[in-house]
């Protein structure tokens, strides 16, 4: 072969290896297995859930040292942040009755990944229920949640989906009493 067609050959072959990308690896705040108890769903509607817009995204973001963020590009959740969050809480809290029609909002203040540390969810919720003359509703509670996380993203997002699991907890629990106030959280 000559020199004339082996310098545009190798510049194909390193054009075309320069388009390969990596693939997109998907995550979800779902647990493998479903939340237990009875599927009903009816006691509570989620009204809204909002994220930070700096995470509300497809693209997972993690922190980077005291300032920084990364956007991982290979590293997705199966749909934006605050729809994986409100189908995660959907699916704990479908089992929970309080005999009761109640509302749920959720505004999450800080949702952070910090790879071989920890995730946290920092959110404010609001329970309220369609009587009127129902005295111990609207109840306001803000939750922070921290777990311990593995270096890799499968393990950042289990301790994700822990901190979703133990937020559905409380929002339970207040749900079945909540003239006891805003459960505490250890």
Known sequence: MSLSLKIPLVGLVVLLAACRSDPIHYHTLLPAQPAPGTRDGASMQIEQVSVPPQVDRTQ?????????LAILETE???ATLSDELQSAL???????????????????????????QYALIDAKWRLRTAVPEETSLPLSCRTTLQTPSGATIDELVLAHQNNVKRLAAAI??????????CPAMN
């Open 76 to 78: 997705w959740w199966g």
């Open 90 to 116: 959907v699916d704990q809290l479908s089992g929970s009755s309080s005999g009761r029609k109640l509302t749920l909002r959720v505004d999450v203040l800080r949702f952070d990944s910090v790879p071989g």
């Open 60 to 68: 997972m973001v993690i922190r980077e040292g005291n300032s920084g």
């Open 172 to 181: 339970s629990q207040a749900a079945r009493n909540p003239s006891g106030g």
